[in-house]
T-cell receptor
Framework: DQQVKQNSPSLSVQEGRISILNCDYTNSMFDYFLWYKKYPAEGPTFLISISSIKDKNEDGRFTVFLNKSAKHLSLHIVPSQPGDSAVYFCAARGNRDDKIIFGKGTRLHILP | NAGVMQNPRHLVRRRGQEARLRCSPMKGHSHVYWYRQLPEEGLKFMVYLQKENIIDESGMPKERFSAEFPKEGPSILRIQQVVRGDSAAYFC?????????????FGSGTQLSVL
């Protein structure tokens, strides 16, 4: 019973282009969403987050969009760089729950 | 400026042995979370602890697994009588408090291999 779904296991994008990673969730009680990035043999590192009261949050090359009615969020990376090649996890937390639920991740390959 | 420290990085056990995984949270953090990542899977929540208290263990298998976070010392995830299916990467994360709106800081993980 996956509450956070990342339906694309992998994505390849040309360097300099926009990378768009998608995430869907089923639990309407989620009110805080995060994106984490993970390199091999390392732990996940926080990238960007968004509260459910917003529909967009931007930090440099990274922008997260939230569509509450569709229970969908996306991470945009522009322009994509070689160092962006990693696994990206979408995550969510409920307003009465301190644990964060993660999706299965999307492996992003930035092509030269 | 030490981050979340996990040890060992790699742990090899034979079936039936015990595995002990340690996690020292970031300085000033009193909340610890354990996650497990099976091959080709995402991060699965296991347990959330504060000092001397288990807050949420809804993701822990009912048998063989236990966790503690004593007043002094690291948090310990203990797996008794390991089986091959326990082979996974185990990640610990910490936060200053458990309030919504805070991100987690992760350690580099312990890769458990059961022979």
């Amino acid at each position: 019973d996956q509450q956070v779904k990342q339906n694309s296991p992998s994505l390849s994008v040309q360097e300099g282009r926009i990378s768009i990673l998608n995430c869907d969730y089923t639990n309407s009680m989620f009110d805080y969403f995060l994106w984490y990035k993970k390199y091999p043999a390392e732990g996940p590192t926080f990238l960007i987050s968004i509260s459910s009261i917003k529909d967009k949050n931007e930090d440099g090359r990274f922008t997260v969009f939230l569509n509450k009615s569709a229970k969908h969020l996306s991470l945009h990376i522009v322009p994509s760089q070689p160092g962006d090649s990693a696994v990206y996890f979408c995550a969510a937390r409920g307003n009465r729950d301190d644990k964060i639920i993660f999706g299965k991740g999307t492996r992003l390959h930035i092509l030269p | 400026n030490a981050g979340v420290m996990q040890n060992p990085r790699h742990l090899v056990r034979r079936r039936g042995q015990e595995a002990r995984l340690r996690c020292s949270p970031m300085k000033g953090h009193s909340h610890v979370y354990w996650y497990r990542q099976l091959p080709e899977e995402g991060l699965k929540f296991m347990v959330y602890l504060q000092k001397e208290n288990i807050i949420d263990e809804s993701g822990m298998p009912k048998e063989r697994f236990s966790a503690e976070f004593p007043k002094e010392g690291p948090s310990i995830l203990r797996i008794q009588q390991v089986v091959r299916g326990d082979s996974a990467a185990y990640f610990c994360a910490s936060s200053p408090s458990g309030t919504a709106g805070e991100k987690l800081f992760f350690g580099s993980g312990t890769q458990l291999s059961v022979l």
